[in-house]
């Protein structure tokens, strides 16, 4: 793997690409559920689900030196739907203006996420699996799979099922599987400006430590190189096993 060298410029890319990721995520549950929205504010991306509190669903994104003044906008549009957004700041974007007018409106850093950034290429490691796109006949298949894996005491099956259905027929999310005699493992990616932000992996609980996902990931750098993208990130909490 390559390294970029993070610029702010870069880093606001990488941030605006999950957002738009997750702006997908609402509309696919907007669409099918009727339980989520996104809004803009002057560049700020809001994403709320009526469905469950948890944070992931729960956000402002792409926050920049605007989003301090519109703060009395946006907590009250959370508010409205009986939700308390969560606040992701890069440090390019974190003015102290903007932290200080958090910390007046009884907001605190609670934790540190972790950006992976690499540059597409073809020679990361493979496993002896092969991986093949999710097509529309395996989009019920592999809904299932990832509701499966990712539900909790949060998001049901169904919740995540029907958005990973409404999702998997946009043209910038694509699902890569692994099937051994039934579709064991998924990775996802999603493009936007360049940047191909990896999420929804999901392996079989039965189907775990046999490299699949070193394969999936290996596929998705091949596609990022293929579609165009200079970028594939990302993220999860500091600290984190995955990263």
């Not at 959370?78 to 203006?97: E, G």
């Not at 989009?139 to 005491?153: E, S, T």
């Not at 919740?159 to 990973?164: A, N, P, Q, T």
Request: proline share 6%; charged share 20%; net charge negative.
């Amino acid at each position: 793997m390559s390294f970029p060298h993070i610029t702010p410029e870069l880093a606001r890319r990488v941030e605006q690409a999950e957002a738009a990721y997750f702006a997908a995520w609402a509309n696919a549950w907007k669409s099918v559920r009727h339980t989520a929205d996104h809004q803009d504010f002057a560049g700020a991306l809001a994403v709320v689900h009526d469905e469950t509190a948890r944070s992931t669903y729960n956000r402002v994104m792409a926050i920049n030196a605007h989003t301090a003044a519109l703060l009395d906008e946006i907590i009250p549009w959370y508010a409205a739907h009986n939700r308390v957004p969560r606040f992701d700041i890069t440090p390019a974007d974190a003015p102290p203006s903007l932290l200080l007018a958090l910390a007046d409106r009884g907001y605190t850093q609670t934790r540190f996420d972790s950006a992976w950034v690499s540059l597409p290429t073809r020679d990361t490691p493979r496993s002896d699996s092969y991986c093949w796109p999710i097509e529309a006949a395996n989009f019920a298949p592999a809904a299932r799979l990832y509701a499966d894996v990712r539900a909790g005491p949060t998001e049901s099956q169904e919740m995540l099922f029907d958005g990973m259905m409404d999702l998997l027929r946009g043209e910038r999310f694509k699902l890569y599987g692994i099937w051994d005699g039934k579709l064991v493992a998924l990775g996802g990616m999603f493009v936007s400006d360049g940047v191909a932000h990896l999420a929804a992996d999901s392996t079989h609980p039965e189907h775990r430590g046999q490299g699949y996902q070193t394969t999936l990931l290996s596929a998705r750098f091949d596609q990022a190189e293929i579609l165009g993208c200079d970028v594939v990130a990302a993220n999860t909490p500091f600290g984190s096993p995955s990263l």
